[in-house]
Each structure stands twice: as C-alpha cells, then as structure tokens.
C-alpha cells in the first residue's frame, strides 16, 4: 500500500513569487493535514481538510490556503512568498480524524531566496 | 493553543545509556502520541496512550501518560545509534479538532 506521497520534493522561488505543493493521502483516508515545520523547530500546525472541506485553520496568514479535491488529494498554496516562509512543509493523512494517529509523507522543502 | 514543551531540546548520549525525554503541558488531552522523525524523512508514528497512568511499551522503548492526561515520557533502554532522531510527542484535544505537537527533542546516540 503506498503511502502519502507529496510533490515537488524540493521548490525553490523568490519572495513574491506563489509556490503550490501538492500532497495524495494514503488510499481510503479522508483527512489530510498541512505542517510547517522550520528548520530545526517542531510542527506548526496549518491546515485540516476532511471531505472535500476546510475543517480548522492554524494561525497563519491568508496567504497560506489549500483545498482538497474529490479525489481527498490536497493542495498548500503560498502567495506572496517571504523569506520566513523557507521551510519542510509536510503532509499527512488519517483514517479516523481527531484520534492523533497521522501519516505522514517525507515533505515538500521550499526554499524563498 | 496548547502548548506542549519538551525535555530536554537536545541529548547526545553514548551507545548502551539510558535516557528519559519529557513531554509537559497545561492542557488536558484526549490522547498522545509520540513521533520519532528523521532527516529528510517524515514523522512517523511510534504509540498512542489515551488512559491516564498508561503505560505501553515498543521493545526498548517505555511510554507512560500522565495520570492527568496533561503529561507524558518517553524512556529508552540501552540506546543504540538507530535511535538516532527527532522525537516529537503531540496531543489530541478534547475537542480533537487538530493535533497539536511538541517543540521535540533531538537524540544523538554515539556509536
């Protein structure tokens, strides 16, 4: 059974500039998770999508947003890059939402110049 | 938001010691578990305690949750460079809207 899968594995762009990550939660799970994890630090929690719909939000900027499709893959949109966005972005996904129990995919590491 | 700290941030320990990382908060949890990440990989997890007092154990590895659900620690026995990584415990909320993750630990084992 393969696992969450993201994509691109690494991303470079200049601030300013969007950046989308993409992310397909393991077969049969409905909920997917968006991180940010910065170097060094723990994970910041960002973004929680269950069927189709955006179900909690972590405290970030609007410029940080997603969907997910009917598929249950995700997309992380980043407009308006700035350096401090510079970070591993990690997806994960989860059979029986709210229990705690993620997967997770090995992550998407944007780097803002 | 609930915060969860983590102790100690970093431990650098030789090959066949003992250790003890913590995980504390003010908040109560419907669950815990901890997460062990490392480099270029994901977090993946290792257990989940839910009963106040519990304790479970993964081979070398000792999880116990505190009696109030605000706290937990994770003991390894005789560590070996494998267990090398980014330990992270993280928290269900009573509400279980989100997870919500330590400030984790980074162990290094010395061959």
């Known amino acids: 059974e393969a696992g969450v899968t993201q994509s691109p594995t690494h991303l470079i762009k200049t601030r300013g500039q969007q950046a989308t990550l993409r992310c397909s939660p393991i077969s049969g799970h409905t909920s997917v998770y968006w991180y940010q994890q910065a170097l060094g630090l723990g994970l910041q929690f960002l973004l929680w999508?269950?069927?189709?719909?955006?179900?909690n939000r972590g405290n970030f900027p609007p410029r940080f947003s997603g969907r997910q499709f009917p598929n249950y893959s995700s997309e992380l949109n980043v407009n308006a890059l700035e350096l401090e966005d510079s970070a591993l972005y990690l997806c994960a996904s989860s059979l029986l939402p709210g229990t705690g129990e993620l997967f997770f995919g090995e992550g998407s590491r944007l780097t803002v110049l | 938001t609930q915060l969860l700290e983590q102790s100690p941030q970093f431990l650098s320990i030789q090959e066949g010691e003992n250790l003890t990382v913590y995980c504390n908060s003010s908040?109560?949890?419907?669950?815990l578990q901890w997460y062990r990440q490392e480099p270029g990989e994901g977090p993946v997890l290792l257990v989940t305690?839910?009963?106040?007092?519990e304790v479970k154990k993964l081979k070398r590895l000792t999880f116990q949750f505190g009696d109030a659900r605000k706290d937990s620690s994770l003991h390894i026995t005789a560590a070996q460079p494998g267990d090398t990584g980014l330990y992270l415990c993280?928290?269900?909320?009573?509400?279980?809207?989100?997870?919500?993750f330590g400030t984790g630990t980074r162990l290094t084992v010395i061959p």
């Open positions: 993280a928290g269900a909320g009573t509400g279980a809207n989100n997870l919500f």
């Open positions: 305690v839910v009963t106040g007092g």
């Open positions: 999508y269950d069927e189709g719909e955006e179900r």
């Open positions: 908040s109560v949890f419907s669950s």
